[in-house]
């Protein structure tokens, strides 16, 4: 019989697919880490100690409002909301209204103190173009020569090629081109008594091989401009009207209770809609009334579209959107709380329309347009890797956000009777994004179409949501408001700006 009397340990080393190292699983950072990082340094430089709270509330679950569905159980889910301690935003808002009156105070300046993101933005536009410069240029060489570093890197040399042709002139004759203007680098010649040991010496490129397609993080910072080089108005908004049929319901500040789901109603739609707080100030600043047409340049998901029904003042809605994907979750949500929906809505009351929002033709169609247009989404991409606009393969996309943005713009304000207006928003805190693709837009439209626009000044208007929401407005705001994150009222970021087309 064969007994075992020693055992042998032989150690084995892992194999690379088999278990990551720690040095890996370290370093390794996903969408939400990149997008955290990059807000810590745009941000933090452009708020400042703000910047900690904000921070804070973003990383945090957000509160919902809960919309009643006009077309269910109204005074049941009414009932059920108020016995689970929810208060309607309309009774809030008429206490606001009375403290208005008795209040006489000069209300703020908008954007009174807009130099100083102006200031905060050019330091941190420096501080970007000299991080590019030293990623690709070295801080030292071989035998202590330092080369000389460019303020800025030039990823296009479109303007170089610019100014060779004006400083060049045009040659008629392709023969006497060859014969008389050829010119020689003497730089790149070898001379033949040294050899030919000087074709092997390195020489540097004057350009980088698809250094056309790329666009460095900085170019990101030179959208925002608001020094006004055409004609501009900014006036307050007259007034504001609380639809009488609009039913919202909130928790008071500091109260982070959840709603319950919504439930099925004798008409087989959905009780009541949750949407994000701040989601409901522009279609209810876009004041929408009996008769007029609107559109929904960006509809999807259809929070703002809804909204806009359950005021019972459309006639017709015009849903627009990009992709049929986003179109179908649009048709879903409105199927859940329309009541009659194939009969009575859809290709009557509701029209769809599948395009992009910078190629829509109907100029001067429309009275009132809601313009909420695609960007970072910042709540969003701090807390979902799906989807995510931080992820490497879309760094382009992101960076070309605002000139999509303020082309979408653009187009909207020829769509806009004159007269008619228009509300502008994002869910973002970015300037870039938010007064900056608004003077564009305006800059654009002035340019090539002649058409000038009134800025509406919301700052009253916003007064009356200040036991809900907590607003930035006037710091650093030109022409427009914006909902900032809050962890008592942890709504937004949602920044909004009237705009109304000049006769």
């Known amino acids: 019989?064969?007994?075992?009397?020693?055992?042998?340990?032989?150690?084995?080393?892992?194999?690379?697919?088999?278990?990551?190292?720690?040095?890996?699983?370290?370093?390794?950072?996903?969408?939400?880490?990149?997008?955290?990082?990059?807000?810590?340094?745009?941000?933090?430089?452009?708020?400042?100690?703000?910047?900690?709270?904000?921070?804070?509330?973003?990383?945090?679950?957000?509160?919902?409002?809960?919309?009643?569905?006009?077309?269910?159980?109204?005074?049941?889910?009414?009932?059920?909301?108020?016995?689970?301690?929810?208060?309607?935003?309309?009774?809030?808002?008429?206490?606001?209204?009375?403290?208005?009156?008795?209040?006489?105070?000069?209300?703020?300046?908008?954007?009174?103190?807009?130099?100083?993101?102006?200031?905060?933005?050019?330091?941190?536009?420096?501080?970007?173009?000299?991080?590019?410069?030293?990623?690709?240029?070295?801080?030292?060489?071989?035998?202590?020569?330092?080369?000389?570093?460019?303020?800025?890197?030039?990823?296009?040399?479109?303007?170089?090629?610019?100014?060779?042709?004006?400083?060049?002139?045009?040659?008629?004759?392709?023969?006497?081109?060859?014969?008389?203007?050829?010119?020689?680098?003497?730089?790149?010649?070898?001379?033949?008594?040294?050899?030919?040991?000087?074709?092997?010496?390195?020489?540097?490129?004057?350009?980088?091989?698809?250094?056309?397609?790329?666009?460095?993080?900085?170019?990101?910072?030179?959208?925002?401009?608001?020094?006004?080089?055409?004609?501009?108005?900014?006036?307050?908004?007259?007034?504001?009207?609380?639809?009488?049929?609009?039913?919202?319901?909130?928790?008071?500040?500091?109260?982070?209770?959840?709603?319950?789901?919504?439930?099925?109603?004798l008409t087989g739609v959905l009780s009541h809609f949750l949407m994000d707080g701040a989601s409901i100030l522009p279609p209810l600043f876009l004041q929408v009334k009996p008769g007029e047409r609107v559109l929904d340049v960006c509809a999807s998901p259809g929070g703002k579209s809804l909204l806009m029904l359950q005021t019972l003042h459309l006639d017709q809605l015009v849903c627009n959107d990009i992709q049929e994907s986003r179109l179908n979750k649009l048709r879903k949500v409105l199927q859940e709380y329309l009541f009659d929906y194939k009969d009575r809505w859809a290709g009557k009351r509701l029209i769809f329309s599948q395009s992009d929002a910078r190629n829509l033709d109907h100029y001067e169609q429309f009275d009132k347009i809601l313009v909420d247009v695609p960007c970072t989404t910042d709540r969003h991409v701090l807390n979902a890797q799906d989807n995510n606009i931080f992820k490497p393969t879309r760094i382009k996309e992101r960076l070309r956000i605002p000139e999509l943005q303020a082309g979408i713009l653009a187009n909207c304000l020829r769509l806009l009777r004159p007269g008619g207006s228009l509300v502008y928003s994002t869910c973002s805190l970015s300037p870039i994004q938010n007064d900056g693709v608004v003077h564009m837009a305006l800059q654009k439209v002035f340019t090539e179409y002649g058409i000038t626009a009134t800025i509406k000044d919301l700052s009253r208007q916003t007064v009356l949501f200040s036991d809900i929401f907590k607003f930035e407005h006037p710091k650093g705001l030109k022409y427009g408001q914006m909902v900032v994150p809050f962890l008592p009222a942890n709504f937004g970021p949602m920044y909004f700006s009237k705009i109304t087309r000049n006769g």
């Open 1 to 265: 019989m064969l007994k075992i009397r020693n055992i042998c340990l032989l150690q084995r080393r892992w194999k690379s697919g088999a278990k990551k190292r720690w040095n890996v699983l370290q370093n390794k950072k996903n969408n939400c880490d990149r997008a955290l990082e990059n807000f810590d340094d745009f941000y933090g430089s452009v708020y400042g100690s703000r910047w900690k709270n904000m921070r804070a509330a973003l990383l945090t679950r957000h509160k919902y409002i809960a919309m009643v569905n006009n077309f269910g159980d109204t005074e049941q889910t009414c009932s059920m909301l108020e016995m689970d301690g929810a208060i309607n935003m309309k009774s809030l808002i008429n206490l606001a209204q009375d403290r208005q009156l008795e209040n006489t105070d000069t209300m703020p300046e908008q954007g009174k103190s807009r130099h100083e993101i102006e200031s905060k933005l050019d330091t941190l536009l420096r501080k970007q173009q000299e991080r590019e410069v030293a990623n690709i240029y070295p801080s030292s060489v071989e035998d202590g020569l330092v080369p000389a570093k460019p303020k800025q890197l030039k990823f296009d040399n479109s303007q170089e090629k610019q100014q060779e042709e004006i400083d060049e002139p045009y040659e008629q004759s392709l023969t006497r081109a060859l014969e008389e203007d050829f010119r020689l680098d003497e730089h790149r010649l070898v001379d033949p008594q040294f050899g030919t040991g000087g074709l092997y010496e390195y020489m540097p490129a004057h350009s980088i091989k698809g250094m056309e397609d790329w666009v460095p993080e900085s170019e990101h910072y030179k959208y925002y401009k608001t020094s006004a080089d055409f004609p501009l108005t900014i006036e307050p908004e007259a007034s504001f009207h609380y639809p009488e049929h609009l039913s919202l319901y909130t928790y008071e500040m500091g109260n982070c209770s959840d709603f319950k789901g919504p439930k099925k109603c």
